[in-house]
């Protein structure tokens, strides 16, 4: 089975800079669509961004795009989410996710019943 590890949230100003790390173990995932999505206290989850299988798609959130971005790394284990010019609206726990079957389209990647697998979720507080 695989389990999901977020890191890397913490207190930060607005136009501050972050970066979240999602950390894999268990059965190795070599092809899978990556996601990341966001809870306020409140308010539903949120789709933030995905990365499709390859690598060579990415999809984003009107509200973060050209503020964040999504990568993984070489060895498969380990997903990022680079967060820049953040606003407090941006105050969230943030959990990424990964989808083992789903095609990289709008509909799949954005919503949050569609994937596999689940991160305990990172608190990300940005303050004014």
């Known amino acids: 089975q695989v389990q999901l590890v977020e890191s890397g949230g913490g207190l930060v100003q607005a136009g501050g800079s972050l970066r979240l790390s999602c950390a894999a173990s268990?059965?190795?995932?070599?092809?899978?669509?990556m996601g990341w999505f966001r809870q306020a206290p409140g308010k539903e989850r949120e789709f933030v961004a995905a990365?499709?299988?390859?690598?060579?798609?990415?999809y984003y959130a009107d509200s973060v795009k050209g503020r964040f971005t999504i990568s993984r790394g070489n060895a498969k284990n380990t997903g990022y989410l680079q967060m820049n010019s953040l606003k407090p609206e941006d105050t969230a726990v943030y959990y990424c996710?990964?989808?083992?079957?789903?095609?990289?389209?709008?509909?799949?990647?954005?919503?949050?019943?569609?994937?596999?697998?689940w991160g305990q979720g990172t608190q990300v507080t940005v303050s004014s």
């Open positions: 996710a990964a989808d083992l079957n789903g095609p990289f389209t709008v509909v799949v990647v954005t919503t949050d019943y569609q994937y596999d697998h």
């Open positions: 268990g059965r190795t995932l070599t092809s899978y669509i």
């Open positions: 990365l499709s299988r390859s690598g060579g798609s990415t």
